[in-house]
């Protein structure tokens, strides 16, 4: 009964080359986050929608867009991956109380770049 | 800004023994304090919050965590570890709807 889904689960591209990752939740929740994490370190949030609002992140570097069409689904786009762009993609999402409510994580995208 | 701090990058405990996974946190105002557990190549499993309320907070798999405001703690414990707990666990605190997590501790329990 996966709640927050991402597909692929491992996803490999190539330098350069542009690459989306999907996540679909089945909870209807309103807010959906998308994290970066490398190696054995903590998530870092990249942006998040809260409905369509989208808020980004200070330190998220344009390369990194994200689409979110309907409550459902939600994409992240890498315009043109580097090596250091190479990581697990946590997506997670929460009730409208962002502040107190539980955010649910799917099993995550890793992302290889050749 | 708000931070939790995990001192220990690794916990090493034996099965059937009592185990604590520290946390602190710096915060104003009411901290909004998880407990998150991660797999290998798995995604992040909610285990237990602090909102208000009772300091003893009880959770998932038989864990909880107590939150201390004195000391600034919310450290994570099991009474008997088992073999299947060995993961990476993350404490978090809320902060405006964005997690803030530390830097992880990898817990093992060997047999």
């Known amino acids: 009964d996966a709640m927050v889904i991402q597909n692929p689960r491992y996803q490999v591209t190539q330098f350069g080359k542009p690459v989306t990752l999907s996540c679909s939740q089945t909870?209807?929740?309103?807010?959906m986050y998308w994290y970066q994490q490398k190696s054995s370190q903590a998530p870092k949030l990249l942006f998040h929608?809260?409905?369509?609002?989208?808020?980004n992140e200070a330190d998220t570097p344009d390369n990194f867009q994200s689409r979110r069409p309907n409550t459902s689904f939600c994409f992240l786009d890498i315009r043109s991956p580097g090596l250091g762009d190479a990581a697990m993609y946590l997506c997670?999402?929460?009730?409208?109380?962002?502040?107190?409510?539980?955010?649910?994580f799917g099993a995550g995208t890793r992302l290889s770049v050749l | 800004a708000q931070s939790v701090a995990q001192p220990e990058d690794q916990v090493n405990v034996a099965e059937g023994n009592p185990l604590t996974v520290k946390c602190t946190y710096s915060v104003s105002g009411n901290p909004y304090l998880f407990w998150y557990v991660q797999y290998p190549n798995r995604g992040l499993q909610f285990l237990l919050k602090y909102i208000t309320g009772d300091n003893l907070v009880k959770g998932s798999y038989g864990f909880e965590a107590e939150f201390n405001k004195s000391q600034t703690s919310f450290h994570l414990k099991k009474p008997s570890a088992l073999v299947s707990d060995s993961a990476l666990y993350f404490c978090a605190v809320n902060q405006g709807g964005k997690l803030i997590f530390g830097q992880g501790t990898e817990l093992s329990v060997k047999p």
């Open positions: 909870l209807n929740h309103n807010v």
């Open positions: 929608y809260y409905d369509k609002d989208f808020n």
């Open positions: 997670a999402t929460s009730r409208q109380d962002r502040t107190k409510n539980i955010q649910y």
